[in-house]
């Protein structure tokens, strides 16, 4: 048995003392007696009775064993462009201040901020301040329009939002103030405080009730981290759900500290000193976890870019990055090495760099293709890992444990469940499914440290979505398979949750910008394949009866409308009138039928059909995907 089977079966058979063992990695206010406290199940608790603070962990354990000196984060901005570095104490020192500020401001323990940057250091402050204090960061992803922010406002209720004035995209500054008030005009809910940072390519006007960074932080007094329990709130992270509502991800302090520090040495091998370079964003989970936690939790130094991999200024923006840096390991999304190999296909740029550091690439956030990956390892000569997690999950569910025991790759597999994770595939019934037969991907309770506590203030929903539909496991909302060497195979969603670019989106809220439409009876929003962003939404629209938009005209008010209400990120651009919807006799929408036919696969007809005659009149428009001439108008 090989040192991962070994590892995974005592995390399995042992959760307590095997994750007790791994809490060692974590210094404590008071340690924690037990693991595991099921006494509330299904609503399990990590470490009780332990008590310690996050940010202390993250910095000023550090400093405290003679490390301040080294580096903990590296901003390299390729937009400005900047860079800056920050050794552990510094950043301390600044983290310190931050925590003072927003002291000032009255946010206490258990109280919510917003934090609305983009890729600068200060975000990373302004999450390591709340956990100083025990407050409850909320990031919001920069490229959501306002009303999504509105929403995260309104549900987090935060006592102090803080923002910055812009963030750079390669084709426009985002003005991140216009954005911000007029979420704040459609939010029930209103901070005592909002705090800009100035960016000097564009600066905010402060004169309507906003708090100037530079005129609260410096002057700030330093506070002490504030010990928490380790089952007080760590971070609230909105993410897509089914419906449009996003569902607020809740972190607790301990086990999400003892899981990513496991983790970086069990999953990634990174350890004190190692440079480790996320290439996403603060606004999702992989920069929360692995920008911006565990890298300092671990003493390793962390890369804040902001840039994109490609034409910020070229394709050679990581490789550069790589050599001018050290950088060890690199973490990003498929879609990433895609662009790259799109406008540098014989990894050209790569060849003027020394990128002799580089001990691995890690993927994850969508499937990880075959020929991605061959192209990925050939250009790179190093091993490249896929691995597959969620939001909710926080760290790694199935991955290569490089740290543990490197496993050989087969390409299209996330390689097999991490030690602490009970994977199973089922059918719809529940039952355990053969090696080989695909079905839904359920995880047996309790999940380990480091998953979702809940939802915010959201018991209910937590249970329904995740636990009512197989008794005593989460559903994953993924599908997939185990092959006969236990290797996990993803294949997708089996819910109404599409990845583009990476960028997890709900096609309700899609669905909910185009309804809007004033000539739009009813509409449909699928994943459909696309060679750079995995996958991208594609609307089929019902006209109202008696509407006859010009095509051109609609194409381009429904791309606005999904601009205005989910943001740019949606990358909507494709759509289709359709004559009418197929759905089952109880009115369900067959999008996931819609999504086989586009994906090119040989769909089986639901035997719950309405009308199967509606289905075969749209499989040329799924396979073709163009704005069609409407063959008759409907109106439901
Ligand atoms: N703030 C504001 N707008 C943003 C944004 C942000 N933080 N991030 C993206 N956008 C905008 C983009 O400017 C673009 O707008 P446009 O339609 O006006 O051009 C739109 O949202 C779509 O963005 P994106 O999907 O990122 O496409 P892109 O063409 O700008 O870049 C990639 C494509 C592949 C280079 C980029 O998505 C990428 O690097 N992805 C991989 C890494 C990653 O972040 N993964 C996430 C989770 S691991
Ligand atoms: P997010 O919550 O944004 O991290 O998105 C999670 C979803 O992304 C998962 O439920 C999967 O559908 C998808 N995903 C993430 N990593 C992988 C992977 N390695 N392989 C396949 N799908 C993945």
């Avoid at 500054?173 to 005009?185: G, H, K, S, T, W």
């Avoid at 991800?249 to 301990?254: A, F, I, Q, T, Y």
């Avoid at 990880?368 to 760290?395: C, K, M, N, R």
């Avoid at 009813?522 to 996958?535: F, M, N, T, Y």
């Amino acid at each position: 048995m090989g040192e991962h089977a070994r590892t995974y079966e005592r995390s399995l058979a042992d959760p307590d003392g095997f994750w007790l063992r791994a809490a060692e990695l974590i210094d404590w206010v008071d340690s924690p007696s037990r693991a595991l406290d099921d006494t509330n199940a299904p609503f399990y608790k990590w470490f009780p009775d332990g008590r310690l603070n996050t940010c202390a962990n993250a910095l000023d354990r550090h400093v405290d064993n003679g490390l301040g000196e080294r580096t903990a984060l590296i901003w390299d901005s390729a937009m400005v462009p900047a860079k800056k570095t920050f050794t552990y104490r510094e950043l301390r020192d600044e983290v310190a201040r931050v925590a003072g500020a927003l002291t000032t401001l009255g946010v206490g323990k258990g109280d919510r901020v917003i934090v609305y940057m983009p890729m600068i250091p200060e975000a990373v402050m302004t999450m390591l301040a709340c956990a100083r204090i025990g407050a409850v960061h909320s990031v919001v992803f920069g490229g959501f329009a306002p009303k999504e922010l509105a929403a995260r406002i309104e549900d987090a209720r935060p006592t102090v939002v803080v923002a910055a004035s812009c963030g750079l995209e390669p084709t426009r500054v985002v003005a991140y103030q216009p954005i911000l008030d007029e979420a704040l005009a459609m939010s029930g809910h209103q901070p005592d405080h909002t705090l800009m940072l100035q960016r000097e390519t564009l600066r905010a006007d402060l004169g309507r009730g906003y708090l100037d960074w530079d005129d609260v932080v410096p002057g700030a007094k330093p506070v002490e981290p504030v010990p928490v329990s380790a089952t007080d709130p760590l971070y609230i992270l909105y993410t897509s759900g089914t419906t449009g509502k996003p569902k607020g991800v809740l972190r607790d302090n301990g086990g999400h500290a003892v899981a990513l520090a496991w983790s970086m040495g069990a999953v990634y091998d990174i350890h004190a000193g190692d440079v480790f370079w996320t290439v996403s964003d603060v606004g999702w989970v992989v920069g929360h976890s692995y920008i911006v936690y565990a890298p300092l939790l671990v003493g390793a130094t962390t890369v804040v870019y902001e840039g994109k991999p490609v034409g910020t200024p070229d394709a050679g923006a990581l490789w550069r990055i790589v050599q001018e840096y050290g950088v060890k390991t690199i973490f990003t999304a498929p879609t990433a090495i895609r662009a790259i190999k799109k406008v540098d296909p014989k990894a050209a740029e790569l060849a003027k760099y020394d990128v002799g550091s580089l001990a691995s690439l890690f993927l994850a956030g969508e499937r990880l293709d075959p020929e991605t990956y061959q192209w990925a390892s050939a250009a790179l000569g190093v091993p490249v890992t896929d691995h597959w997690w969620q939001t909710e999950t926080g760290w790694p569910i199935a991955a290569n444990p490089r740290g543990l025991e490197p496993m050989p790759t087969k390409p299209g597999s996330a390689t097999v469940p991490v030690p602490g994770w009970d994977v199973r595939v089922v059918d719809a019934e529940g039952r355990r499914l053969e090696p080989g037969q695909e079905g839904e991907i359920v995880i047996r309770l309790p999940l380990p440290p480091g998953a979702l506590q809940t939802l915010w203030e959201d018991d209910e929903r937590f249970v329904d979505s995740y636990l009512s539909r197989y008794s005593g496991h989460y559903h994953t909302g993924d599908s997939g398979y185990f092959d006969e060497d236990g290797y996990l195979f993803v294949m997708g969603r089996t819910d109404d949750v599409i990845n583009v670019a990476g960028h997890r989106l709900s096609t309700g809220a899609i669905e909910a910008a185009l309804a809007t439409h004033p000539a739009v009876a009813e509409c449909a929003v699928i994943g459909i394949p696309d060679s750079l962003k995995g996958s991208v939404p594609f609307g089929l629209v019902v006209l109202k009866a008696g509407a006859a938009p010009d095509h051109d005209e609609l194409r381009a008010e429904l791309i606005a409308a999904v601009r205005r209400d989910v943001g740019p990120v949606a990358a909507f651009r494709e759509a289709a009138i359709v004559p009418a919807l197929p759905k089952t006799r109880s009115g369900k929408i067959l999008r996931r039928t819609m999504r086989g036919i586009a994906d090119g696969r040989d769909e089986s007809v639901p035997p719950t059909i309405e009308d199967a005659s509606v289905l075969d009149a749209l499989v040329p428009i799924l396979r073709d995907r163009t704005l069609e001439e409407p063959r008759q108008h409907t109106s439901r």
